[in-house]
């Protein structure tokens, strides 16, 4: 017997990338269907292609007493939390439960590496030792964005980092999901943050998965990601007996792993097409109830043809959808979370993004994927995650509509 999840209430939520900071710069920049990918002018990498990168994050100051977590991705995680009243939530969260009753869920894939490539170049002459103010601990550590994140708040309950690349921010909704369902928690900072670096410009690069122009996801023409990075985040707590009109749910969850290649899906999107069909039994739904699909949507040529067939497997062609890293960039293990909020946004505003950086469709992918903004009731959204190795997430949101 296939069983339904108990219903998780996005009580608050933020999103802070390319396209701005806070919900409404994304917004409107997803409205005025504008990309804002640029050529890479990152620190001194020398590469031909394009990235998503946020603006201001250099110029965030951590507090004096949380200056052990300086590192680029932490001070674009609190550049992030500080947005769309995120941060009073959270704090008005933590009066009404307890700070050991709030836990910290993040994705992200490699955290503060920046700072260690940094302190590289400040070696010692003689040992090679890496310079004395260097904190591995609480800034390359994959864990230094919970750690971060709940100092902040000066909160005491569990946290915990996913690291399963680009499915990393939606599967730690899964874990949320099962610690408010023990009763060990009453709400959860759930998402996930990832920053530029070297070593991810110039990893991507190694594989031959960049693109020298802007990404183009499921363009017949297709042919590499573009990088960017991102904060996200949401606070999920149990449904309560009063929300506001139209608020926003996580209704099911979907997860699977499909091993199939280190970093290439299965061909035919078995992984994915597990992950969706997951995701619609836990929320008691059908295809056909979907409005509309947030697509992983790479633009590499393996990932966008297995999802693709995926989608086509369960939905048909009839189900609009979209990928929204032409817009932002792929922002790797914050991607999850990132698309969980443009997939509310797009509840909240009855709008659904267009896939930007298209000229021709791919004739090999049918499904209904959007090359103009669509305006139209939208209740309930799926949203894609998979990551290299075949960890794969669906998240599907719905909107409470009263009358």
């Given amino acids: 017997m296939k069983s339904r999840m108990n219903p998780l209430y996005l009580s608050s939520y933020t999103a802070t990338s390319a396209l701005g900071h806070g919900l409404a710069q994304t917004q409107d920049a997803l409205k005025q269907s504008r990309s804002h990918l640029v050529p890479c002018a990152f620190d001194d990498v020398d590469l031909n292609t394009f ?30 939390l500080t947005q769309d009243g995120f941060e009073d939530a ?78 990393s921010s939606a599967k730690v909704f899964s874990t949320a999901r099962r610690m408010l369902d023990a009763g060990l928690i009453d709400a ?32 017949v023409n297709r042919n590499g990601i573009s990088i960017g990075e991102a904060a996200a985040f949401a606070l999920v707590e149990r449904v309560p007996t009063d929300m506001n009109a139209d608020a926003i749910l996580l209704l099911g969850i979907g997860e699977s792993s499909d091993a199939y290649h280190m970093s290439s899906p299965h061909p035919e999107g078995l992984g994915a097409s597990m992950a969706m069909q997951f995701a619609l039994d836990a929320a008691g739904l059908k295809p056909s109830d979907i409005d509309y699909i947030n697509l992983h949507g790479t633009a590499t040529q393996s990932n966008d043809a297995a999802e ?52 021709q469709l791919d004739p090999a992918t049918p499904i209904q994927y959007l ?33």
């Fill in 188 to 219: 959860a900072i759930v998402g996930g943050v990832d920053t530029l670096c070297l070593t991810t410009l110039y990893g991507f690069n190694s594989l031959q998965l960049i693109s020298e122009q802007v990404c183009r996801p499921f363009d």
């Fill in 308 to 359: 693709g067939k995926a989608v086509h497997q369960i939905f048909g062609s009839n189900t609009p959808c979209s990928s929204t890293k032409g817009a932002t960039g792929h922002t790797l293990g914050a991607a999850g979370g990132l698309e969980a909020v443009i997939s509310a946004l797009a509840l909240q505003n009855n709008f659904m993004p267009a896939g930007l950086n298209v000229n």
């Fill in 90 to 167: 959270v704090r008005a969260a933590i009066a009404r439960y307890g700070n050991q009753r709030v836990g910290v869920f993040l994705g992200t894939s490699t955290a503060g590496i920046l700072q260690t490539e940094l302190a590289y170049r400040r070696r010692d002459a003689t040992s090679g030792a890496l310079p004395p103010d260097f904190i591995y601990g609480t800034t390359h550590n994959t864990y230094s964005v919970a750690d971060f994140t709940r100092s902040y708040f000066d909160l005491e309950g569990p946290a915990v980092v996913i690291s399963s690349a680009c499915s």
């Fill in 371 to 403: 090359l103009k903004n669509q305006s139209a009731p939208v209740q309930y959204v799926l949203s894609n995650s998979f990551g290299f190795g075949g960890t794969n997430c669906s998240l599907i949101f719905g909107k409470v509509t009263k009358a």
């Fill in 51 to 80: 990235i998503g990168k946020v603006k201001g994050v250099e110029e965030v100051s951590l507090p004096v007493h949380l200056s052990r977590f300086n590192c680029r991705n932490n001070q674009l995680a609190q550049l992030g």
